[in-house]
């Protein structure tokens, strides 16, 4: 697909709909632009979600890694 784009005072390039569509690109998804030899390409930027823990949930994290600690020891100690 081809289609002529302008560029706003801004700097701004409006997509197509029908462009978008094609490229499967929806409103707050966030792209790479990056220049090639043939021009600027764009692409989607893998994301993914970050969780920041509060000291309670790093203490349930805690709690149930000792408990498979213990629980592998017990299953070790039984194979012997």
Same mark, same amino acid.
């Given at each position: /697909?081809? /289609?002529?784009?302008?560029?706003? +005072?801004? +700097?701004? %390039?409006?997509?197509?709909? !029908? /462009?978008?569509?094609? @490229? +499967?690109?929806?409103?707050?998804? %966030?792209?790479? @632009? ?17 969780? %920041? ?19 592998? !020891? ?7």
């Amino acid at each position: /697909m081809r /289609m002529t784009l302008s560029v706003s +005072g801004r +700097g701004l %390039i409006a997509l197509p709909a !029908a /462009m978008r569509k094609a @490229a +499967g690109i929806r409103p707050q998804d %966030i792209l790479i @632009a990056e220049t090639t030899a043939e021009g600027i390409l764009l692409r989607p930027a893998v994301t993914l979600p970050v969780e %920041i823990y509060s000291g309670e949930r790093i203490a349930e994290f805690d709690a149930a890694e000792s408990e498979l600690a213990q629980a592998l !020891a017990r299953v070790r100690r039984a194979k012997k």
